[in-house]
């Protein structure tokens, strides 16, 4: 399951910040994150080499996008891939355009997938299970699995929004550590899978990324394999090369054009 933990609007040094753990098959190639071309201006993201998409991205805007999968009984290899998704939307200048893009996606287009979209006005989530649902983000805490966002009836979900709420009221320098050792926590056995980060044979806890959006200056880390163990790295200086002050001139474009 992977996982989102989305602190929004929380403080007001950073409007936007994301823990973000991705579970995937062990054999699936990737890449880490770097400036790429997006559709008509660039995005920093990370690249799903199998269907050439990419499960989170942010455009030079400041809009974040990230996909989680919903399960499914019947996946439909034929659909287009979730991970393309992605990129598309970030061509919007706000969280409010992508997610009026999303909400226009036809049935039965996609797998099942829950698509959170923010920028530090906005945050949204469009669930999408044959045809799109927009559900809107209040600021704050929000946890997004591969079921309803914020589903706290879910024990994974439960002990993730309790740990993100418990950050989010800390000191301000604590919150990248404490979002860090969310992404790194391990269930006990015999129940794998209610973890943050997994561990299997086959299929586990692949990167984790944490971005910072805000006044107090951006940030972005990314690990390239389960956080437990692997460092993170810094990839801060990706955002500078968007040549676009993230933190501060989020929306403006969007403003711009309705004005």
């Given amino acids: 399951m992977c996982t989102l933990a989305v602190l929004h609007r929380c403080t007001p040094d950073a409007r936007l910040w994301i823990a973000a753990n991705r579970d995937e098959y062990l054999e699936r190639a990737s890449e880490a994150p770097r400036v790429r071309a997006g559709r008509g201006a660039p995005i920093v993201a990370p690249l799903d080499l199998r269907a050439g998409g990419t499960w989170w991205g942010l455009s030079r805007e400041g809009v974040?996008?990230?996909?989680?999968?919903?399960?499914?009984?019947?996946?439909?290899?034929?659909?287009?891939s979730r991970g393309q998704l992605v990129v598309?939307?970030?061509?919007?200048?706000?969280?409010?355009?992508?997610?009026?893009?999303?909400?226009?996606?036809?049935?039965?287009?996609?797998?099942?997938?829950?698509?959170?979209l923010a920028d530090a006005r906005d945050a949204f989530v469009v669930v999408y299970e044959g045809r799109p649902r927009l559900v809107h983000l209040e600021p704050g805490v929000h946890v997004i699995g591969n079921v309803d966002p914020?589903?706290?009836?879910?024990?994974?979900?439960?002990?993730?929004?309790?740990?993100?709420?418990?950050?989010?009221?800390?000191?301000?320098?604590?919150?990248?550590?404490g979002l860090a050792e969310i992404c790194r926590t391990h269930a006990d056995p015999p129940d794998a899978r209610?973890?943050?980060?997994?561990?299997?044979?086959?299929?586990?806890?692949?990167?984790?990324?944490?971005?910072?959006?805000?006044?107090?200056?951006?940030?972005?880390?990314?690990?390239?394999?389960?956080?437990?163990?692997?460092?993170?790295?810094?990839?801060?200086?990706?955002?500078?090369?968007?040549d676009h002050a993230v933190g501060s001139r989020v929306g403006e474009l969007a403003e711009r054009k309705a004005s």
């Fill in 64 to 80: 974040f996008a990230a996909v989680t999968n919903r399960p499914t009984a019947a996946l439909d290899p034929a659909r287009r």
């Fill in 88 to 116: 598309d939307v970030l061509a919007a200048p706000s969280a409010r355009l992508a997610a009026e893009s999303a909400v226009g996606i036809g049935e039965d287009v996609y797998n099942p997938f829950n698509l959170l």
């Fill in 150 to 177: 914020d589903a706290r009836e879910v024990a994974k979900v439960r002990r993730t929004f309790a740990q993100a709420e418990a950050v989010a009221k800390g000191p301000a320098g604590s919150i990248e550590a």
């Fill in 194 to 242: 209610a973890s943050t980060c997994i561990h299997g044979d086959v299929y586990g806890t692949r990167s984790s990324t944490l971005l910072r959006l805000g006044s107090a200056g951006d940030i972005l880390r990314h690990a390239d394999g389960p956080p437990c163990t692997t460092p993170y790295r810094d990839f801060t200086p990706l955002l500078a090369e968007l």
